[in-house]
């Protein structure tokens, strides 16, 4: 395998957490609520996997357990933004402390233990075959392709369906999506559970895919490049598949840069990411400037019904 | 929709309407109730260590235990209060710093960069400008940890008046790259040839470290702290600026209108904000470690997000609060003679936020009994 073939493996690899958590952040904004959470809300869903797989030794049952638990602390955070109209910034911190705290508290009696297993392969024997695509797509793992699934749901569900008319309605005028007779509250309600689900199912595929144990910690910022993505991807899912594998090979360049003997200390090389992010982001400011950015319109305004903007 | 209602206060149920005839009260939603109850802060705290507790006690410790080890920790011994203190010293540097900022609505998470960025300066100081007096050495590194808080504060002020990127993301990312930075110092270049390979600068000499309290670790870094607050106070009440900042805070659109140069008072609060980080990250250094290593700050720059919302911007308040969650982190400390990690005191910290930006929206809604 040539240099670029590997590369494009292992951006795959380390793009798919990336991947997952962008989709879920993009869930949640399409529907007006800002979700700084990601950071918070992947280490719980790490630490569950890793709690739950160790102990029951069931890989299904830990995937559940890390979207339930995920999906509840999404219902907490839907209830601040949604119901009680808190400040959506704010409760995304909490979340990300919280879930940081408790994480590094749940998984204290299991760190450093290896996983049982890991995601498993799919076995495509006659994909395997094919020069360069048989090594890139024959050693994707289960979640990899259900993430690559998962954009394409995704890409349709919002841009071709009535249900991602009415979502896209929500995000960009609650007021009027309320007029047309669609449940607003309801539709936030359900998008910010499934994206938080989704950010927690990122943090199982962190450990299962990429780091087999549980170390406090382990998300090192991805949750943070994520809330980065969605804003790069500009909320859409398609895009989202570009951007993440673009930041997974950015974040695996670093590494194997290293391995090839390079004289720059390993830690500008880990820099490459935060720094990209911030670059990319301003570059896109820039370019943006005078046009619409793709925002949904009423981003982090709560919703009140009887009340003029 | 029902006319009940007055003009600006909504219903909460959607399907009000119907409910609303059925069932004899109603909540309604009063935006103009923004000053919640005194006592809300400290009924948050109280419903975090209840939250905490189930979780605690589903780990299969007492939470009673737990607590009490942690309080005694903090506040039980002289020992515990000094070492509070000390705690307290960066948390209010910082808290100061995010809550100018956040006067008007600048979200500066990146204290903890801004913080690690001031403590290197100040090391920097030590390193090539050694054998000055005691005087000039302190006074040097606060101007270069100052300046280099001001910096890592400006780089995320640039990017959001200039090109529109969120500060939120920027201020972050630069919390990483600072880290990384530190990493590099302390593995490289400065490292201590005498420290057996150990990753940390030499240590500091008597000249350039902070004065001291007797024989405690108090340093006067409280005193810059508590300086700092009275400046903050002064200017926030009787200056232009002070005004300025408030007519923002409570209506960018008319203040742009007014005159006043949005942009660049957002490129002075941060410059403050990181500033501020910064001399906490010096006197962290130069007062307690003594010199620069892995770790410097157990997420102050987190804590003191906060330290400033719990104190609601007020300065007398960022004193209490700041004390008190100095009291949290030396009691998460205090736990791990028990085995516990000593993280236990962030995730204390998540549920109070949680609970205090839910006390703040729910005294909002009143219970009205239908007519």
């Known amino acids: 395998?040539?240099?670029?073939?590997?590369?494009?493996?292992?951006?795959?690899?380390?793009?798919?957490?990336?991947?997952?958590?962008?989709?879920?952040?993009?869930?949640?904004?399409?529907?007006?609520?800002?979700?700084?959470?990601?950071?918070?809300?992947?280490?719980?869903?790490?630490?569950?996997?890793?709690?739950?797989?160790?102990?029951?030794?069931?890989?299904?049952?830990?995937?559940?357990?890390?979207?339930?638990?995920?999906?509840?602390?999404?219902?907490?955070?839907?209830?601040?933004?949604?119901?009680?109209?808190?400040?959506?910034?704010?409760?995304?911190?909490?979340?990300?402390?919280?879930?940081?705290?408790?994480?590094?508290?749940?998984?204290?009696?299991?760190?450093?233990?290896?996983?049982?297993?890991?995601?498993?392969?799919?076995?495509?024997?006659?994909?395997?075959?094919?020069?360069?695509?048989?090594?890139?797509?024959?050693?994707?793992?289960?979640?990899?392709?259900?993430?690559?699934?998962?954009?394409?749901?995704?890409?349709?569900?919002?841009?071709?369906?009535?249900?991602?008319?009415?979502?896209?309605?929500?995000?960009?005028?609650?007021?009027?999506?309320?007029?047309?007779?669609?449940?607003?509250?309801?539709?936030?309600?359900?998008?910010?559970?499934?994206?938080?689900?989704?950010?927690?199912?990122?943090?199982?595929d962190m450990v299962l895919a990429y780091a087999p144990t549980w170390n406090e910690g382990l998300t090192a910022g991805r949750g943070w490049i994520a809330v980065g993505l969605v804003i790069f991807a500009r909320w859409n899912p398609l895009r989202a598949l570009f951007c993440a594998y673009f930041f997974g090979a950015l974040d695996s360049l670093g590494f194997r840069i290293q391995l090839l003997g390079s004289i720059v200390p390993p830690y500008f090389l880990k820099m490459i990411p935060y720094v990209v992010t911030i670059l990319v982001l301003m570059y896109l400011g820039y370019r943006n400037r005078n046009k619409p950015s793709g925002t949904p319109e009423s981003l982090g305004t709560p919703y009140i019904r009887e009340q003029r903007f | 929709m029902s006319s009940k209602s007055a003009s600006d206060s909504v219903l909460l149920n959607s399907a009000s309407a119907k409910s609303a005839r059925r069932f004899p009260m109603r909540l309604e939603y009063d935006a103009s109730?923004?000053?919640?109850?005194?006592?809300?802060?400290?009924?948050?705290?109280?419903?975090?260590?209840?939250?905490?507790?189930?979780?605690?006690?589903?780990?299969?410790?007492?939470?009673?235990?737990?607590?009490?080890?942690?309080?005694?920790?903090?506040?039980?011994?002289?020992?515990?209060?000094?070492?509070?203190?000390?705690?307290?010293?960066?948390?209010?540097?910082?808290?100061?710093?995010?809550?100018?900022?956040?006067?008007?609505?600048?979200?500066?998470?990146?204290?903890?960069?801004?913080?690690?960025?001031?403590?290197?300066?100040?090391?920097?100081?030590?390193?090539?400008?050694?054998?000055?007096?005691?005087?000039?050495?302190?006074?040097?590194?606060?101007?270069?940890?100052?300046?280099?808080?001001?910096?890592?504060?400006?780089?995320?002020?640039?990017?959001?008046?200039?090109?529109?990127?969120?500060?939120?993301?920027?201020?972050?990312?630069?919390?990483?790259?600072?880290?990384?930075?530190?990493?590099?110092v302390v593995f490289g270049p400065w490292k201590d040839p005498k420290g057996f390979n150990f990753p940390g600068s030499p240590?500091?000499?008597?000249?350039?470290?902070?004065?001291?309290?007797?024989?405690?670790?108090?340093?006067?870094?409280?005193?810059?702290?508590?300086?700092?607050?009275?400046?903050?106070?002064?200017?926030?009440?009787f200056t232009r600026w002070g005004y300025e900042l408030k007519l923002i805070g409570a209506n960018p659109t008319a203040a742009r209108y007014a005159g006043i140069h949005i942009k660049k008072h957002i490129i002075i609060v941060m410059l403050i904000s990181g500033g501020l980080a910064g001399i906490a990250g010096m006197a962290e250094v130069s007062g307690v470690t003594h010199k620069l290593m892995q770790g410097i700050s157990p997420g102050y720059g987190y804590t003191a997000i906060i330290v400033a919302w719990l104190a609601k911007l007020n300065p007398l308040g960022l004193i209490v609060t700041s004390v008190l969650f100095g009291g949290l982190i030396v009691g998460g400390y205090s736990v791990q003679t028990i085995g516990l990690p000593s993280s236990i005191s962030e995730m204390l910290q998540g549920a109070i936020l949680f609970f205090l930006i839910a006390g703040e929206m729910i005294h909002r809604f009143r219970i009205r009994r239908n007519a």
């Not at chain 1, 392709?145 to 749901?153: C, D, E, I, M, Y």
């Not at chain 2, 001291?212 to 926030?236: C, E, K, P, Q, S």
């Open chain 1, 1 to 204: 395998m040539d240099f670029t073939t590997q590369l494009l493996i292992a951006a795959i690899s380390a793009g798919t957490p990336l991947l997952l958590a962008t989709l879920g952040g993009i869930l949640n904004e399409r529907a007006g609520i800002i979700q700084l959470g990601a950071e918070g809300l992947m280490l719980m869903g790490a630490v569950t996997t890793c709690i739950v797989y160790i102990r029951s030794e069931n890989l299904l049952l830990a995937l559940l357990a890390a979207i339930a638990v995920t999906a509840v602390l999404g219902l907490v955070h839907a209830f601040l933004c949604v119901t009680l109209r808190a400040n959506q910034t704010m409760s995304g911190l909490a979340m990300t402390l919280f879930g940081s705290g408790l994480s590094a508290y749940l998984g204290k009696s299991i760190s450093g233990i290896p996983l049982p297993g890991t995601s498993p392969k799919l076995d495509l024997g006659w994909v395997k075959g094919i020069p360069v695509v048989g090594d890139i797509f024959g050693r994707m793992d289960g979640l990899t392709w259900f993430s690559l699934l998962l954009v394409l749901a995704l890409h349709l569900l919002i841009h071709r369906t009535s249900w991602g008319l009415h979502l896209r309605a929500v995000g960009d005028s609650p007021a009027t999506a309320d007029v047309m007779g669609i449940r607003v509250q309801l539709i936030r309600y359900s998008y910010i559970t499934a994206g938080t689900a989704l950010i927690g199912l990122a943090g199982a």
């Open chain 2, 33 to 184: 109730r923004t000053r919640s109850p005194w006592w809300s802060p400290i009924l948050s705290i109280i419903l975090a260590l209840l939250l905490c507790a189930v979780f605690i006690a589903a780990n299969g410790m007492s939470p009673v235990t737990v607590y009490d080890k942690m309080f005694r920790g903090a506040f039980g011994t002289s020992y515990g209060i000094t070492e509070t203190l000390v705690k307290a010293i960066p948390l209010l540097l910082c808290g100061l710093g995010i809550a100018v900022a956040y006067r008007i609505s600048v979200w500066n998470i990146g204290a903890e960069g801004q913080l690690t960025v001031g403590a290197m300066a100040a090391t920097a100081v030590t390193i090539y400008f050694p054998g000055l007096s005691s005087f000039w050495s302190i006074a040097l590194m606060l101007v270069f940890g100052t300046a280099a808080g001001a910096l890592w504060g400006l780089m995320t002020a640039i990017p959001r008046t200039h090109f529109g990127v969120n500060e939120l993301i920027t201020s972050l990312m630069l919390n990483y790259v600072a880290l990384l930075a530190l990493d590099y």
């Open chain 2, 203 to 237: 240590m500091f000499t008597a000249a350039q470290s902070l004065p001291v309290l007797g024989t405690t670790r108090l340093h006067i870094g409280l005193i810059f702290g508590l300086v700092a607050v009275a400046i903050y106070y002064l200017m926030i009440r």
